[in-house]
């Protein structure tokens, strides 16, 4: 199973998105993901408009959902506390990714949600969170 929380709206989630600088160790966390589109490709400049463009999609395509503009039973929206929307996505599987939308909720957290491999008291942690707030 995994989610996201919606923090922020999209216009801003997509302006992160335009300053993220991608570089040869984010395509090691695209197939700690488990997508493998680019596994042995040449890091170079067309790669990196390759990658932004995915994350560009997967990013209107989470925000769809979160909007109720799109539809899937395999994704489930919520709130907490009246004003944290989450979306969740998962089930049972064989080894494979249990849902279709899985593998690009992942990528949305591991790129535009909190960074996984960040200690939460680290500067990293603190300068995202007060990047995300303000």
Same mark, same amino acid.
């Given at each position: 199973?995994?989610?996201?929380?919606?923090?922020?709206?999209?216009?801003? +989630?997509?302006?992160?998105?335009?300053?993220?600088?991608?570089?040869?160790?984010?395509?090691?966390?695209?197939?700690?993901?488990?997508?493998?589109?680019?596994?042995?490709?040449?890091?170079?400049?067309?790669?990196?408009?390759?990658?932004?463009?995915?994350?560009?999609?997967?990013?209107? *395509?989470?925000?769809?959902?979160?909007?109720?503009? +799109?539809?899937?039973?395999?994704?489930?929206?919520?709130?907490?506390?009246?004003?944290?929307?989450?979306?969740?996505?998962?089930?049972?599987?064989?080894?494979?990714?249990?849902?279709?939308?899985?593998?690009?909720?992942?990528?949305?957290?591991?790129?535009?949600?909190?960074?996984?491999?960040? *200690?939460?008291?680290?500067?990293? +942690?603190?300068?995202?969170?007060?990047?995300?707030? +303000?």
């Amino acid at each position: 199973m995994t989610y996201i929380e919606i923090k922020e709206p999209r216009e801003k +989630a997509k302006e992160r998105l335009d300053k993220l600088v991608i570089t040869e160790e984010d395509l090691e966390r695209f197939d700690s993901c488990g997508f493998y589109e680019w596994e042995g490709e040449e890091f170079n400049s067309d790669l990196v408009v390759k990658i932004k463009t995915k994350l560009g999609e997967i990013l209107d *395509s989470v925000y769809d959902f979160a909007e109720g503009k +799109a539809y899937s039973r395999e994704i489930t929206t919520f709130e907490l506390d009246g004003d944290r929307q989450f979306l969740i996505t998962g089930g049972m599987s064989w080894g494979d990714d249990p849902t279709d939308h899985f593998t690009d909720f992942w990528i949305f957290f591991e790129f535009l949600g909190y960074p996984s491999h960040v *200690s939460p008291d680290s500067e990293e +942690a603190k300068k995202w969170k007060e990047e995300v707030n +303000a």
